[in-house]
């Protein structure tokens, strides 16, 4: 079950980042936008997965489910790290086109 959670969560974030070079195209600081809104996301999504492979665990052996809370925690720190890449390149892509625009005029 843990293998189908982690699956999710890829195709979630693949998802994301695709929605985000489509929306790409509309306008330049939408990227940035995308970025935002997935850093803000990233809680919800790791106490989500942090909460499903706890459900999903098995506590009988005597185990207190650390290990689904650290890979909750994983898993929310990489979807935060994700839409932190989002938002730099995003700036470095409007500082790019800016400084075309200053050669051409």
Do not use: D
């Not at 052996?61 to 809370?69: L, N, R, S, V």
């Amino acid at each position: 079950m843990e293998n189908f959670i982690l699956a999710v969560f890829i195709c979630i974030i693949f998802i994301l980042n695709i929605c985000s070079f489509i929306f790409l195209e509309r306008s330049r600081w939408r990227f940035v936008l995308w970025g935002l809104s997935i850093m803000l996301l990233s809680p919800i999504i790791g106490f989500l997965s942090g909460s499903l492979l706890f459900h999903f665990q098995h506590l009988e052996q005597g185990e207190t489910g650390e290990g689904a809370a650290y890979g909750g925690a994983i898993l929310g720190i990489f979807t935060c790290a994700n839409g932190f890449l989002m938002i730099v390149s995003g700036f470095i892509y409007v500082l790019v086109l800016k400084f075309r625009m200053r050669k051409v005029v």
